[in-house]
């Protein structure tokens, strides 16, 4: 047998996926490409009145976990919770709609920035796990992310900076870098902390940072939390 791939990370904050619902799109996933139909049975689509406007993971048959952020501009409203789904608009056979219980931010997630990016979402009831909907098994080890380390990230975010949005789960790798080389004062600038990681988005991007943020000129882009997966 041959060595061991190079683990897959899964960027576990959903600030990636994020569609606000104000429409003024700013999470995306440009570059990517379609995702093979339910070979990610842990994602979940949080939703406002029937529109997708945050990715989020399925951590446990009633918790989903997804970003902070995502609640800026939802009025105190309880998201609804998407599980099964491929497309967000098609039948397909375990796509189903929950409610939500309780909405619980990080207490220390801050609008300003990605310290803390956190969002748990109980669910009324637990979800009904089949092939299309599987808890995700996350790491539980305090192990950080090595640079090179290969970044899968997926979602319904907008393709494109026009704001289009896919109906259908959009993925893309990208690699880790250093939080040296992000922190330096023509990226990133020292507020990497080591909660954070950074991924390299050049011809392909990620971020939720709007077109004019300089950062996302330089390439580099700033995650909060991650999970590896070997």
Same mark, same amino acid.
């Given at each position: *047998?041959?060595? /061991? ?39 979940? !689509? ?19 976990? !997804?970003?902070?952020?995502? *609640? ?41 920035? /990605? ?46 900076? !026009? ?19 992000? /922190? ?11 909660? *954070? *990681? ?7 991007d990620t971020c939720k940072v709007p077109p004019t943020d300089p950062r996302r000129d330089e390439g580099h882009n700033a995650q909060s939390l991650g999970e590896v997966r070997g």
């Amino acid at each position: *047998m041959g060595p /061991n791939p190079a683990p897959i990370l899964i960027l576990a904050l959903l600030l990636l996926l994020w569609a606000p619902v104000d429409g003024q799109p700013r999470g995306r996933i440009l570059r990517g490409s379609e995702a093979k139909p339910h070979l990610k049975p842990y994602m979940a !689509s949080l939703q406002l009145d029937g529109q997708h406007v945050c990715g989020g993971f399925l951590i446990a048959q009633q918790w989903v976990l !997804s970003a902070a952020h995502c *609640m800026e501009e939802t009025d105190g409203k309880l998201f609804q919770v998407l599980l099964g789904a491929h497309s967000l608009t098609q039948p397909e056979p375990h796509k189903r709609l929950y409610r939500v219980r309780a909405q619980f931010p990080h207490p220390g997630s801050n609008i300003h920035n /990605n310290k803390d990016d956190l969002l748990l979402l109980q669910l009324e009831e637990e979800a009904e796990l089949n092939t299309d909907v599987r808890v995700l098994p996350f790491q539980r080890e305090d192990r950080d992310v090595a640079a090179d380390t290969v970044c899968e990230v997926a979602g319904w975010g907008t393709t494109d900076h !026009s704001g289009t949005r896919p109906d259908k789960l959009q993925q893309l790798e990208r690699p880790v870098i250093s939080r040296d080389v992000c /922190n330096h004062r023509t990226r990133h600038d020292g507020t990497i902390t080591p909660k *954070m *990681m950074c991924t390299d988005s050049r011809r392909k991007d990620t971020c939720k940072v709007p077109p004019t943020d300089p950062r996302r000129d330089e390439g580099h882009n700033a995650q909060s939390l991650g999970e590896v997966r070997g």
